[in-house]
């Protein structure tokens, strides 16, 4: 298994965080850490998720997201 740290920004509304996690467990990943920051209206995301898949098959359907406004992969 590999693991893959995500630093995602999204507007805040009550379903964003839910929304990701829902992709995240579909997609086959594991979150095993995450750190939230909320100013008013955007939520910053450290999470850390586990998977035998690649990161892309994440990050493609993450960004699609209508209240993600940006996915990065930091190494």
Do not use: C, W
């Not at 740290?5 to 979150?31: C, D, M, S, W, Y």
């Amino acid at each position: 298994m590999k693991t893959y740290q995500l630093v995602i920004q999204a507007n805040r509304r009550p379903e964003t965080l839910e929304r990701l996690l829902r992709v995240i467990r579909h997609r086959g990943f594991e979150v095993t850490e995450l750190q939230s920051k909320t100013t008013e209206n955007i939520i910053d995301l450290d999470i850390k998720v586990t998977s035998t898949r690649d990161i892309a098959l994440l990050t493609h359907q993450l960004v699609k997201l209508p209240d993600v406004m940006k996915v990065q992969e930091n190494l």
